[in-house]
């Protein structure tokens, strides 16, 4: 077993997205990680020399991998598919933290960085949102969308999914998410059916 793949290493990244996903980047301390994940605090730095924005990267490359997974199994089955296993997964997790957890891609991407600075946390971000958006793009022009507006409404997905969620956790009910799946779903039904 390598170094990256130690299960404490891993523990003390999902418990960092985790925490992300529930207080934001700032609120997040490498100490509460530790913490949270039940690991001890030397784990991490022994593990993240960088201290907490190595860390918070790794915790967003997780999450942006981890939804990354997910699409891709369900885009199999089609675009329709796997804009249904997005927005369920949203959906699970606001409702199995009682819509205390968001998503930590999110978090990163939106706390103000140090001034002058860019953060690897956000070359992160940006590549888990590009990301999503290419599986789900990719899905519609391989259903036969055109591939401007494949484009186009991937970028809708994401970012709606990620307005729909701040909402929910607002309101403290998934009425947004479902009402935007449901436009979503015929925006994709029309750009695949073009």
Same mark, same amino acid.
């Given at each position: 077993?390598?170094?990256?793949?130690?299960?404490?290493?891993?523990?003390?990244?999902? $418990?960092?997205?985790? *925490? *992300?996903?529930?207080?934001?980047?700032?609120?997040?301390?490498?100490?509460?990680? /530790?913490?949270?994940?039940?690991?001890?605090?030397?784990?991490? =730095?022994? =593990?993240?020399?960088?201290?907490?924005?190595?860390?918070?990267?790794?915790?967003?490359?997780?999450?942006?991998?981890?939804?990354?997974? #997910? !699409?891709?199994?369900?885009?199999? /089955?089609?675009?329709?598919?796997?804009?249904?296993?997005?927005?369920? !997964?949203?959906?699970? #997790?606001?409702?199995?933290?009682?819509?205390?957890?968001?998503?930590?891609? !999110? /978090?990163?991407?939106?706390?103000?960085?140090?001034?002058?600075?860019?953060?690897?946390?956000?070359?992160?971000a940006t590549a888990a949102f590009t990301g999503w958006e290419?599986q789900l793009a990719d899905s519609m022009r391989h259903h036969?969308?055109?591939?401007?507006?494949?484009?186009?409404?991937?970028?809708?997905? &994401?970012?709606?999914?990620? $307005?729909?969620?701040? *909402?929910?956790? /607002?309101?403290?009910?998934?009425?947004?998410?479902?009402?935007?799946?449901?436009?979503?779903? #015929? !925006? &994709? $039904?029309?750009? #695949?059916? $073009?």
């Amino acid at each position: 077993m390598t170094e990256s793949t130690s299960p404490t290493r891993h523990q003390l990244v999902a $418990g960092a997205a985790d *925490m *992300m996903r529930r207080r934001g980047l700032n609120a997040t301390s490498v100490r509460e990680v /530790a913490k949270h994940s039940r690991t001890p605090q030397g784990s991490t =730095y022994h =593990y993240f020399p960088g201290g907490k924005q190595q860390l918070a990267t790794e915790a967003v490359r997780f999450a942006g991998d981890s939804v990354a997974g #997910i !699409l891709a199994a369900k885009l199999e /089955a089609g675009p329709v598919a796997g804009l249904r296993a997005f927005f369920q !997964l949203w959906r699970e #997790i606001l409702t199995s933290t009682d819509f205390q957890a968001g998503c930590p891609v !999110l /978090a990163a991407a939106v706390e103000a960085p140090p001034d002058g600075e860019r953060p690897e946390v956000l070359d992160a971000a940006t590549a888990a949102f590009t990301g999503w958006e290419t599986q789900l793009a990719d899905s519609m022009r391989h259903h036969g969308a055109d591939a401007d507006a494949a484009g186009s409404v991937a970028t809708l997905i &994401v970012a709606a999914a990620e $307005g729909a969620v701040a *909402m929910c956790r /607002a309101q403290h009910h998934t009425r947004p998410l479902d009402r935007v799946a449901a436009e979503l779903e #015929i !925006l &994709v $039904g029309k750009a #695949i059916d $073009g």
